[in-house]
């Protein structure tokens, strides 16, 4: 049997959780489909409803909710999952999986509709990733502000060899109009 990997995400803190499902969960979850509830005594998190909101497949097929059955199919997109839109009216023709969960899903995305007392964000277990959220992923700014003296350097450097070359070549072509007459 094939573990799930489970992104449990909390829209009201904007945090996410890495779990990696046991088999007596994944065996659970299996034929359920995006947007049914789960509860949480199934994992072993009393008190907690889960909302299946998507997945992915072992190969990293985005699972759609309009696809039904546990199948990929090409379908022409317009908008939604699996398209990341360039220009407006585009539409492409892309790869997806079905909405069931089935043993060959990877990855199924979980968001917390009803808490419980546990913490799932402030405890660390054996297997499960740190909690992050948008704010925390962003680079810090000090490494870019050290990187623009040093490009300000080169261009004056630049500046100062140019003027060097100018006047040779100035003399340079003088030197050949002497010549010519």
């Known amino acids: 049997m094939v573990q799930f990997k489970l992104v449990i ?3 009201k803190t904007g945090k996410t959780v890495q779990r990696e499902a046991s088999e007596d969960d994944s065996s659970r979850l299996n034929g359920m489909k ?3 509830i789960v509860k949480g005594e199934t994992m072993g998190l009393t008190g907690y409803e889960f909302e299946i909101t998507g ?10 909710r309009d696809i039904t059955g546990i199948r990929r199919k090409k379908i022409l997109i317009v908008k939604g999952i699996g398209l990341n839109k360039t220009a407006k009216g585009m539409k492409k023709r892309k790869t997806v ?3 069931t969960i089935h043993p060959k ?6 968001k917390i509709v009803k808490a419980g007392k546990e913490n799932l964000f402030e405890s660390k277990k054996e297997g499960e990733v740190e909690a992050t959220s948008a704010e925390e992923a962003k680079p810090a700014e000090a490494p870019k502000a050290e990187e623009k003296p040093k490009e300000e350097v080169k261009p ?8 060097e070359e100018a006047p040779k ?4 072509e003088e030197k050949t109009k002497e010549k010519k007459e």
């Open 9 to 11: 995400s909390d829209p």
């Open 34 to 36: 995006i947007g049914d």
């Open 55 to 64: 997945g992915s497949d072992y190969c990293g097929f985005p699972m759609r």
């Open 97 to 99: 999986a079905g909405n």
């Open 105 to 110: 899903t990877a990855q199924i995305n979980l």
């Open 156 to 163: 004056k450097e630049k500046a100062e060899e140019k003027k």
């Open 169 to 172: 070549e100035e003399k340079k």
